[in-house]
């Protein structure tokens, strides 16, 4: 058999950022300075406190045998410590909590558990690639709905349940939205409950970026919602908020039927993280968060120079509320000329060392935008703002080299 007939990698697109990636390789393999805003990885290190407490944990060899895979009880009480204080949602760290290998393999691992071949999950276009892909890898089918969170979302949803065959089984939400950083209200979300309650949908919520916020309101939890437990669960992450990326450290919670299943299915795959870890994971919840405070304050600072910036060489760009990205249209003349997000991105990367990443790899209602992580530091975002000016001043050459290109390709 051939690599090319396995059924799932079928299933899988080629990868939408390789050309953007491979390009950032060669140019960096040159000795050039590439101003990479294109992964959403902190650059940061991790507080501190968190780091002594894990070298602390790692000395003592009883922390080197097998974990459990729904992670450590001290650190499922720390989430729901966090739970109780932030959302004020009580939550059974026994059966209402699980460890997970960050946000990203919880996704994946309850797709597998609930998602029977040819099942229909309800999934926003733009999203976090997991989102969508998770539900293939388990065998099902992702029908795209709206990102933004008003009152045609309910109407997309409202027609796809009506038209999907097979019903859907569940609506997956991710506020702060990564890629658009858009955010919702509460009562976006007592109103989604009810939808879903009414279609007898699962709610499975993302809120990676539940930290990262730059208004006085910070984003709420489904989980808030009286009733919300009878149907809903919601994964979260350290990734971001302790800018602890490479620890793989996130938590599923809330209705227990759906975290008992994501724990039958982990069960199987793994033992739980480095016991360390989350021992260390647990004093990053529990301990000093004057560290969250900092790091959110960070990226507001990148966030208000890139965006200005942005807008002021004539690229017309949103302010986000929230989350570490900026999520900026296509201007329209290179729309026009026939660019999609690859190739605008590839020209940014190609004239100004700058690299973004295309939002067609966000699912295909992103094709005509590219998203800005707030991971350069303001001295080089200056520097990345000053190379795009002259990007914008010279576009018309730029377009007609592209139509030329595209015209020998033709």
């Not at 650059?43 to 894990?54: N, R």
């Not at 699980?98 to 999203?127: F, M, R, Y």
């Not at 739980?272 to 301990?287: H, M, R, S």
């Not at 700058?354 to 998203?371: I, T």
Request: proline residues 6%.
């Amino acid at each position: 058999m051939k690599k090319d007939e396995f059924y799932t990698i079928k299933r899988l697109p080629p990868y939408v950022f390789a050309k953007v990636n491979s390009m950032k390789a060669k140019l960096r393999a040159d000795s050039e300075d590439v101003i990479d805003f294109g992964m959403g990885n902190p650059d940061q290190p991790t507080p501190q406190h968190i780091v002594d407490k894990l070298c602390e944990a790692v000395k003592n060899p009883r922390t080197h045998r097998y974990s459990v895979s729904k992670g450590i009880l001290g650190l499922r009480k720390a989430l729901s410590g966090y739970y109780e204080r932030r959302f004020d949602v009580k939550l059974n760290p026994e059966d209402e909590v699980i460890v997970t290998l960050g946000s990203k393999e919880g996704l994946a691992s309850l797709a597998k558990a609930i998602v029977a071949p040819g099942d229909t999950v309800l999934v926003p276009n733009p999203s976090y690639p997991i989102h969508a892909f998770g539900v293939l890898i388990a065998g099902g089918v992702a029908r795209k709905i709206p990102i933004e969170p008003d009152e045609n979302f309910f109407k997309v949803a409202e027609d796809a349940v009506k038209y999907s065959i097979p019903k859907p089984i569940a609506l997956i939400v991710s506020y702060p939205s990564n890629p658009t950083a858009r955010i919702a209200s509460l009562d976006f979300y007592k109103e989604l409950v009810a939808f879903c309650k009414k279609h007898e949908l699962f709610i499975i919520s993302d809120i990676a970026y539940s930290e990262i916020y730059y208004n006085d309101v910070p984003p709420p939890s489904v989980l808030q919602v009286e009733g919300a437990k009878d149907i809903a669960v919601e994964f979260y992450s350290l990734s971001k908020t302790y800018s602890m990326p490479g620890w793989r450290v996130g938590f599923g919670s809330g209705n227990k039927d759906l975290i008992a299943a994501l724990g039958r299915v982990k069960s199987y795959l793994d033992y739980g993280a480095f016991a360390p870890i989350q021992i260390a994971a647990t004093e990053a919840l529990n301990g000093p968060q004057d560290c969250v405070v900092e790091t959110r304050l960070m990226y507001k600072e990148r966030r208000d120079v890139l965006v200005k910036g942005l807008n002021e060489i004539g690229w017309n760009v949103e302010m986000p509320e929230a989350s570490m990205f900026a999520w900026a249209n296509i201007p329209k003349e290179f729309i026009d000329a026939g660019m999609n997000s690859v190739s605008f991105a590839s020209k940014l990367l190609e004239h100004c060392n700058v690299a973004v990443s295309p939002g067609g790899g966000f699912g295909e209602d992103g094709d005509s935008s590219v998203r800005f992580a707030f991971i350069e530091n303001v001295l080089r975002t200056r520097q990345a703002l000053k190379n795009m000016k002259k990007f914008f001043k010279d576009k018309d050459k730029i377009i007609q080299g592209f139509k030329e290109e595209q015209g020998k390709l033709k």
